[in-house]
């Protein structure tokens, strides 16, 4: 079982803790804050209060061991770099660090960060996104060029099989998966039947999955 550590318990930091221990991994959360990690230790593995810009409190607490950190301290640019730096030269094979800025995502590339994240910036783009288009749910960025976009099915399409609309001939985008009121069908066959409502998430590349938006 994967373990994660989660260094910063804001509201995006304790987001993730949290949510990452329903899906039943192992968490350790840490701030400085009493408070905020009071308000989290029956919800996560472990919750700490320490400084994570001491090194010795790192090491102690074995973070070396864990498979991911995430980085999710807040306001401070500085510390949240400086931490990066001291995960990375303590041996942490995978660190994930949230950004406020371009500027800081750069940053922390540069000192090591395996992955680098934006959560003010990827929700005012989703929530743009939700706003011109009714469809769509959500979407994901794989990469410049690919995304994973869950979307409600075009009316077009209910009552045909997966092969009848033409959604991969035509558009070039995979369906993984078709969300049906609380069930959810993962790897639909080619004669899987869509119907009215239901919530398709589909892979592809941008420009292709734009196409199918507009359908």
């Known amino acids: 079982m994967k373990q994660f550590a989660v260094i910063g318990l804001g509201r995006f930091g304790a987001s993730v803790a949290t949510t990452l221990a329903?899906?039943?991994?192992?968490?350790?959360?840490?701030?400085?804050?009493?408070?905020?990690?009071n308000h989290i230790m029956d919800e996560v593995t472990h919750a700490v209060q320490a400084d994570a810009l001491d090194d010795n409190v790192l090491k102690s607490l074995g973070i070396r061991n864990f498979d991911v950190v995430i980085v999710a301290i807040g306001e401070d640019i500085q510390a949240s770099i400086l931490v990066t730096v001291m995960l990375k030269d303590l041996g942490v094979?995978?660190?994930?660090?949230?950004?406020?800025?371009?500027?800081?995502?750069?940053?922390?590339?540069?000192?090591?960060?395996?992955?680098?994240?934006?959560?003010?910036?990827d929700m005012g783009v989703r929530l743009a996104r939700g706003l011109v288009s009714k469809n769509i749910l959500d979407q994901i960025?794989?990469?410049?060029?690919?995304?994973?976009?869950?979307?409600?099915?075009?009316?077009?399409f209910a009552g045909k099989t997966l092969i009848e609309s033409?959604?991969?001939?035509?558009?070039?985008?995979?369906i993984l998966a078709i969300r049906r009121g609380n069930d959810v069908i993962l790897s639909?066959?080619?004669?899987?039947?869509?119907?009215?409502?239901?919530?398709?998430?589909?892979?592809?590349?941008?420009?292709?999955?734009?196409?199918?938006?507009?359908?």
């Open 166 to 174: 033409g959604i991969r001939r035509k558009y070039g985008v995979t």
């Open 93 to 121: 094979v995978n660190v994930v660090a949230k950004a406020r800025t371009e500027l800081h995502g750069r940053v922390l590339k540069k000192v090591g960060a395996d992955k680098v994240v934006f959560p003010e910036r």
């Open 22 to 37: 329903r899906m039943g991994f192992e968490v350790l959360a840490i701030d400085r804050d009493e408070d905020r990690v």
């Open 188 to 215: 639909p066959g080619a004669q899987q039947k869509i119907e009215e409502g239901d919530v398709l998430v589909a892979v592809g590349r941008n420009d292709r999955l734009k196409a199918l938006e507009g359908v």
């Open 141 to 156: 960025e794989l990469s410049p060029d690919f995304s994973i976009l869950e979307l409600v099915a075009p009316p077009v």
